[in-house]
């Protein structure tokens, strides 16, 4: 699934590298604990949360994630997409609760770690 | 021994924003060495997670990095209040961290678990009041 598609399905806002909604996603994540998310190693891979702070950057970074999707209508600071842009990870914002936003990724084909 | 490139970093404790600074150029360097992607997720966890940790729990510390022609070492040292039972704080799951550090969405038991996952071998050595060293070793 292409980012492009995400954000069309999660009607989110694109806030980081609108030059690469073509990357495509392969697997999804969906968590507010960083470790919970560092146990798990998937290549081209998106993170949903609910955190914001410069850590789920810094996660999504060594986990060479392509993109995180904040849910609830969080609003990351502009140190938090200064991080993200200089690593190429696209920052997609929802008003979608973690569950739905999860939900609808999964039903419409996007695998977790399994 | 020849062509081991030796790397230093000061974790600052007080800041937990730039945590995970000495990790992301850990990263970069071995990508600029070639190094396969898996390999450098391995290591860049396995440190990150130990640098979380030196932030949460010792007040930052050191790291020493060695890239030997056919492992990569880290070294993780701190002055902070030590781990009075290893055996415990390995436990997926056991965690002393306080709220505050739960709500930055670490604390949850799984950072020592985590570098172990990701580490060929890790030895933790810690003396409470004085402080814990880790050794990691990625077999390249």
């Given at each position: ?7 069309k ?22 968590s ?5 998310v560092?146990?798990y190693?998937k290549?081209?891979a ?34 938090i997409?200064a ?9 997609l914002t929802?008003?979608l609760?973690?569950?739905?936003a ?13 | ?9 000061t ?5 937990f ?11 970069k360097?071995?990508?600029q ?8 997720r391995?290591?860049?966890i ?35 209040p ?5 055996a415990l704080?390995?436990r ?9 550090v739960?709500?930055?969405?670490f ?6 678990p985590n570098?172990k ?24």
């Amino acid at each position: 699934m292409k980012i492009r598609e995400i954000q069309k399905l999660l009607s989110a806002n694109v806030l980081t590298c609108t030059d690469r909604l073509d990357t495509d996603v392969r697997s999804a994540c969906g968590s507010d604990m960083m470790s919970d998310v560092l146990a798990y190693v998937k290549d081209q891979a998106v993170l949903l949360t609910g955190l914001v702070n410069a850590q789920v950057v810094r996660t999504a970074e060594m986990m060479d994630m392509v993109c995180i999707v904040f849910v609830r209508s969080k609003k990351p600071t502009d140190e938090i997409l200064a991080l993200a842009e200089q690593n190429g990870i696209a920052i997609l914002t929802t008003d979608l609760r973690m569950y739905d936003a999860c939900g609808i990724l999964y039903a419409s084909g996007l695998q977790g770690a399994l | 021994m020849a062509d081991v490139l030796r790397l230093h970093f000061t974790v600052d404790g007080e800041d937990f924003t730039s945590a995970g600074e000495a990790s992301a150029q850990v990263k970069k360097k071995l990508r600029q060495m070639g190094y396969d992607p898996e390999l450098i997720r391995r290591v860049s966890i396995a440190m990150y997670e130990g640098e979380i940790n030196m932030v949460i729990h010792a007040g930052g510390g050191e790291a020493d990095i060695c890239i030997y022609p056919d492992k990569i070492e880290i070294l993780l040292s701190d002055k902070g209040p030590g781990i009075a039972d290893i055996a415990l704080a390995m436990r997926a799951g056991y965690s002393t961290a306080p709220e505050t550090v739960r709500n930055l969405g670490f604390g949850a038991g799984m950072g020592l678990p985590n570098m172990k996952r990701y580490s060929d071998f890790m030895n933790v050595e810690s003396v409470v009041g004085e402080g814990t060293k880790v050794t990691m070793i990625i077999n390249t």
